[in-house]
């Protein structure tokens, strides 16, 4: 962790680096070198994961000096789900596997957010990517803001993609946070939270959070370690200190008066 700048008491306990579960997933929407170079001096320290989001991988320029950027740094950056929705529904998975080889990616995500997969074909990818030693994220819930799963079924496709080796499973929220686990409001649709979480191991969630209300109510219902993703590059610090009770909307979460 980043030495603070001060000392400060009784501040609840985050995790350290490399993290089981308390991570932060960015989203990286294009960022140019300068700009990431900005992100790793100034938030490093409080960032697991950046997703490079939107096939934005395909057009960015210098990919393979930001990928170093970020691994020099303890990030492990890692293609969104939809840049494989791209391979996968054009049946050029061979192609994405030697992306996945020229990047030197550990990490790939499997999502079904913009093109049908049949739940099997997307387990049966899970574990293959498993299988070649791939650390997997997979993403349950629609971009589709039509699309509303009943929460059984979301417990019965997370429960499946664990099983068939998903290290965490990503709650889609978009870069909206208005889908998924929220109303197209952006409020916490908190019965769907409690439901999943009842059945499955919240360190095994990732919640994708880019609005500010969001994360203050993961943090406050699930503590300062919750998985937290698609949090803005501007948002890092804030968030942290969200995570430390450091901000008004977690102030009293995890300190008492005296």
């Known amino acids: 962790m980043q030495p603070p700048n001060f000392p400060l008491p009784n501040l609840p306990e985050r995790t350290e680096k490399p993290r ?56 492990e950056p890692y293609f969104g789900g939809t840049l494989w929705e791209a391979f996968y529904v054009r049946r050029a998975e061979a192609d994405f596997f030697r992306v996945l ?24 990818w899970i574990e293959r990517f498993r299988q070649r030693g791939f650390t997997v994220l ?5 971009k589709d803001g039509a699309k509303v799963l ?3 079924r979301w417990i019965e496709l997370i429960k499946a993609e664990l ?17 998924g686990m929220y109303r197209a409001t952006g409020e916490v649709r908190e019965g769907l939270v ?4 009842h059945s499955v191991p919240v360190d095994r969630l990732i919640f994708e959070a880019p609005q500010r209300a969001q994360q203050a109510w993961f943090i406050r219902r699930f503590g300062p370690n919750v998985n937290l993703g698609n949090i803005a590059v501007e ?24």
Request: charged share 25%; with cysteine.
């Open 235 to 258: 948002d890092i610090i804030s968030v942290e200190s969200m995570r430390l009770g450091l901000r008004g909307d977690t102030f009293w979460s995890f300190f008492e008066r005296g």
């Open 20 to 75: 089981a579960h308390g991570v932060t997933m960015v989203m990286d929407k294009g960022l140019g070198l300068h700009a990431a170079e900005d992100l790793v001096t100034t938030a490093a320290a409080y960032i697991d994961f950046v997703k490079l989001g939107w096939c934005t991988a395909y057009l960015t320029p210098a990919l393979e000096t930001k990928l170093r950027l970020y691994r020099s740094a303890g990030l």
């Open 150 to 152: 009943p929460p059984f």
């Open 194 to 197: 409690e439901e999943v979480v």
């Open 101 to 124: 080889e020229r990047y030197n990616m550990q990490i790939v995500e499997v999502s079904d957010g913009s093109v049908e997969v049949p739940h099997e074909e997307k387990l049966r």
């Open 163 to 179: 099983e068939a080796g998903s290290q965490w499973v990503i709650a889609e929220a978009r870069e909206s946070g208005t889908v």
């Open 138 to 142: 997979s993403e349950v819930g629609s």
